[in-house]
């Protein structure tokens, strides 16, 4: 079995007939690429970023937006905007990826890990507020497969604690909860452009920022606690240290690629959301056998990221892995719960996190991606359920 955690790739070579992934192209990349080199100069921040970033603020009405050189490293700047630092609770999601968590960690705030729910590995609100200390200072949340978690519940706690959010967005390019992009719903929101995201550019990600007041920060620590961004504005006569930060800029190679991508992301979700509900509809009957399809989160409108099915135990589980890669499918498990993981069980408290545990043992992701045919949805389909009879 694989023993990735959450970055599947596949290639070409792929033993398998139907590999778990195919990142996308859109076929324009290379002309981007092209004119990227045309312009002569390939730092971060030209015409390309310039471009893919106004385009990210108007189609989904993000008012701060920049490109990072991955979702990790957002989510690192989500951090340093939080101020979280040695003697900070913040409350995370254990069923998610490490960078979620590590961010935080890496300031000295210490992660205190709360359930997902019992019928989705999005995070429980209520679980959430019985977490909530007078240490706690932010709330991340992770919007598993492109599905929104609860966010009225979450700001609501968030609002009535004084707390800031921060949404792991990382698979959600045209995914919306209650009419709203993911992402720009809590105060700060990272985006992945990973190869195995939707959309991508082999890496890359993006922060977003809701409220002005975290604005001025943000584009300072991006530009390695320097005022360069205000200095090329003509807004002060020389840049200087001002604060914390790093070099959070992607080099104009990865926003042309992007540019590519976006441009086709559209097509892109209505393809997967279709390849979804093929799935979903066709795998109805796995649940006589106590298999169970995802649920779509009320108010989420997904963008068709991961289908996975939730087996009735790990045992299970491995076995339709196994079998199906016997039949030339790759299927994958996904997330090993945090709060159990090497690195960390030596400082979680003991408490039990049930239902993260149980996605650890029985969730199983199926192919899928833009080039997938119907007829290839059809033969996992069949072999699932073959399989599990
Ligand atoms: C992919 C992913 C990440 C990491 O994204 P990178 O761009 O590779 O840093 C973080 N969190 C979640 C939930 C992810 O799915």
């Known amino acids: 079995m694989l023993a990735i955690n959450c970055h599947v790739s596949t290639n070409v070579l792929s033993v398998y007939e139907v590999p778990f992934n195919r990142p996308f192209q859109s076929g324009n990349e290379q002309a981007y690429l092209s004119k990227a080199l045309e312009t ?6 030209g015409p390309a970023t310039q471009f893919v970033q106004g385009y990210c603020k108007k189609t989904f009405g993000f008012p701060h937006f920049w490109l990072t ?39 000295g705030a210490k992660p205190v890990f709360a359930d997902s729910l019992p019928e989705h590995p999005n995070v429980d609100p209520e679980h959430i507020a019985s977490l909530i200390t007078d240490k706690t200072k932010a709330i991340v949340v992770v919007h598993y497969a492109g599905m929104g978690c609860d966010m009225t519940a979450i ?33 700060f929101g990272a985006i992945s452009y990973h190869e195995t995201k939707n959309i991508h550019c082999g890496e890359g990600g993006a922060l977003i920022v809701r409220d002005e007041a975290f604005a001025g920060r943000a584009e300072i620590i991006r530009e390695k606690g320097t005022n360069r961004s205000a200095f090329l504005r003509g807004e002060v006569d020389k840049y200087s240290w001002v604060d ?19 441009e086709s992301a559209e097509r892109v979700t209505e393809r997967r959301k279709k390849l979804w509900s ?13 298999v169970e399809r995802p649920t779509v989160p009320e108010g989420a409108d997904h963008n068709g990221h991961i289908y996975y099915l939730t087996c009735r135990d790990g045992e299970q589980r491995n076995e339709l892995i196994r079998r199906l890669a016997e039949a030339g499918i790759q299927a994958t498990f996904h997330y090993q719960a945090l709060h159990d993981s090497p690195y960390y069980r030596k400082h979680h408290n003991g408490g039990q996190l049930p239902n993260a545990e149980r996605f650890t043992d029985t969730l199983v992701r199926l192919p899928l991606y833009y080039d997938l045919l119907e007829d290839e949805v059809g033969r996992v389909c069949e072999t699932v359920k ?3 009879k």
Do not use: W
Not at 40 to 45: N, S
Not at 160 to 182: M, N, P, W
Not at 278 to 290: I, Q, T
């Open 155 to 187: 700001n609501q706690l968030a609002e009535r604690h004084h707390l800031l959010v921060i949404e792991d967005a990382a698979q959600c390019t045209f995914a919306s909860y209650k009419g709203e992009y993911l992402g720009g719903i809590g105060h």
């Open 40 to 45: 002569g100069t390939l730092a971060g921040d």
């Open 386 to 388: 073959e399989i599990l």
């Open 244 to 262: 914390i930060g790093s070099s959070y800029l992607p080099s104009e190679l990865n926003a042309a690629f992007l540019q590519a991508q976006l």
């Open 278 to 290: 093929r799935y979903h509809e066709e795998l109805k009957e796995v649940e006589k056998v106590g």
């Open 69 to 107: 050189p991955s979702c990790t490293q957002a989510l690192e700047m989500a951090a340093i905007l939080t101020n979280a630092e040695p003697g900070d609770e913040i409350i995370i999601p254990s069923y998610t990826f490490v960078s979620t968590a590590n961010a935080f960690v890496i300031r």
